[in-house]
């Protein structure tokens, strides 16, 4: 059974940073791309980023390049999303999620998820 669960989120003022971290038990994932998407009150999942667990691909979403950074630590079974200059605009619910499928930023593809964990940005 996989399991992930998000940490770290709160609120935060504009400008300020905040960093969610991912914990993943259940498999091996060593084959599996970690993302982490956002949800918003009346509207879609988006895509925010994703990396493989090696670290060898990541993928951003324009919206956060150069602002959002995602890492793993496979010694933790742990990917991070460290999110710096955050906007009102970040603010969204944050998913994890994984998927076996690579270079995938459509939620359809990604098999597990996670509950998700709050992040409200106050102008």
């Known amino acids: 059974q996989v399991q992930l669960v998000e940490s770290g989120g709160g609120l935060v003022q504009s400008g300020g940073s905040l960093r969610l971290a991912c914990a993943a038990s259940?498999?091996?994932?060593?084959?599996?791309?970690l993302g982490w998407f956002r949800q918003a009150p009346g509207k879609d999942r988006e895509f925010v980023a994703a990396?493989?667990?090696?670290?060898?691909?990541?993928n951003k979403a324009d919206s956060v390049m150069g602002r959002f950074t995602i890492s793993t630590n496979n010694a933790k079974d742990t990917v991070y999303l460290q999110m710096n200059s955050l906007k009102p605009e970040d603010t969204a619910l944050y998913y994890c999620?994984?998927?076996?499928?690579?270079?995938?930023?459509?939620?359809?593809?990604?098999?597990?998820w996670g509950q998700g964990t709050q992040v409200t940005v106050s102008s």
């Open positions: 999620a994984a998927t076996v499928s690579s270079s995938s930023r459509d939620p359809r593809d990604y098999d597990y």
């Open positions: 259940g498999r091996t994932f060593s084959r599996y791309v």
């Open positions: 990396i493989s667990w090696s670290g060898g691909w990541i």
